[in-house]
């Protein structure tokens, strides 16, 4: 997709997973935005499957951009995958065929640091997997809060059930110390991550018309990916008793990071439960502000779904022809 010296460049922290696949094809369509890097973090699907997910789709959509393998396992909490939720291999029924593409030499996590050093204030990081690299990445370069534009995290659940356990978000919830290591460390430089919590994310929920749109977006061979990815989602919020449709939270937090719409945000002192028998990996937001801290959050909130899901058909339907 072309690019213009004058692009927001961009770095992808994921776990592809059905809604990063379709985060990475938004990205790939806006000839404002560049991607700059990708990283992969084990997360949906184990890393050899979630790597193997972005060197294909970013050979398909011609993104141009360094895809780095990440950590494949938390900090400390034991590894778990949720391919009942995105399928054997992370994309559902859908089955990318061989790619040429090979991934960087560096780590998830220097390439976090190599990109925030070469555009100083310019990069935009986004996470939609665990943040498993950026802790490690911070432990590299404390700097790394200064040095980013912004940083905007699909992650927790603020008030809101969990889809993980009863009250934790799976981003999180696969590991919780990296969440708070990046939480406190955004807080400890007086800057806030913006935040696309479950109860922002979970607004965007798509429905039959949905899938037929996307299945009508045209003849681009991601197309056939993102159907096939898409109906496996369908298939699985239904048997999870959510009814045929599909919450799609990653691209949301993905369009608002380059766009400022769709949501508006509100601050909040956000941190990451550790120790709790019943609720490790909770987000918690200080609502009363006990703690005393500043907020480091701006949290999502007021979503527009349905201004949301014609922009992000609109997009891949004009990008992808």
């Given amino acids: 997709m072309p690019t213009s010296t004058r692009s927001l460049p961009v770095l992808l922290d994921c776990d592809p997973g059905i809604d990063d696949a379709f985060a990475l094809a938004y990205l790939a369509c806006r000839d ?169 994310t979970e607004v965007i929920r798509l429905d039959d018309e949905h899938l037929h749109a996307v299945e009508n977006l045209g003849d681009h061979p991601v197309i056939a990916v993102l159907s096939d990815a898409l109906r496996f989602y369908f298939q699985f919020h239904q048997a999870d008793g959510l009814g045929w449709c599909a919450y799609l939270h990653d691209p949301l937090v993905v369009a608002n990071a380059v766009t400022g719409r769709f949501a508006s945000t509100r601050p909040l002192a956000v941190d990451v439960e550790l120790a709790g028998t019943l609720t490790r990996g909770q987000t918690v937001g200080d609502e009363l502000g006990r703690w005393g801290k500043e907020p480091n959050v701006d949290l999502l909130c007021d979503v527009d779904a349905e201004g949301f899901i014609e922009h992000l058909l609109t997009t891949l339907r004009t990008g992808l022809s």
Wanted: glycine fraction near 14%; charged fraction near 20%.
């Fill in 32 to 200: 404002d935005v560049e991607t700059v890097g990708v990283v992969t973090t084990a997360g949906n699907v184990g890393q050899d499957d979630v790597l193997r997910n972005a060197l294909g789709l970013t050979d398909l959509l011609g993104i141009d951009a360094p895809v780095a393998r990440g950590a494949d396992v938390p900090l400390a909490e034991p590894f778990k995958t949720a391919e009942e939720t995105h399928g054997p291999h992370g994309l559902g029924h859908a089955v990318l065929g061989e790619c040429g593409r090979r991934p960087d030499s560096r780590s998830g996590a220097q390439l976090w640091v190599d990109l925030a050093h070469r555009y100083p204030g310019e990069l935009v990081g986004i996470v939609t997997g665990p943040l498993t690299n950026l802790a490690l990445a911070l432990r590299e370069e404390p700097e790394l809060p200064r040095l980013l534009r912004g940083l905007h995290v699909m992650g927790g659940a603020i008030n809101h059930r969990g889809n993980t356990g009863p009250t934790s978000e799976w981003n999180i919830a696969v590991d919780p110390e990296a969440g708070h290591e990046v939480f406190e460390a955004w807080g400890k430089a007086s800057r806030r991550v913006v935040l696309g919590a479950l109860q922002a």
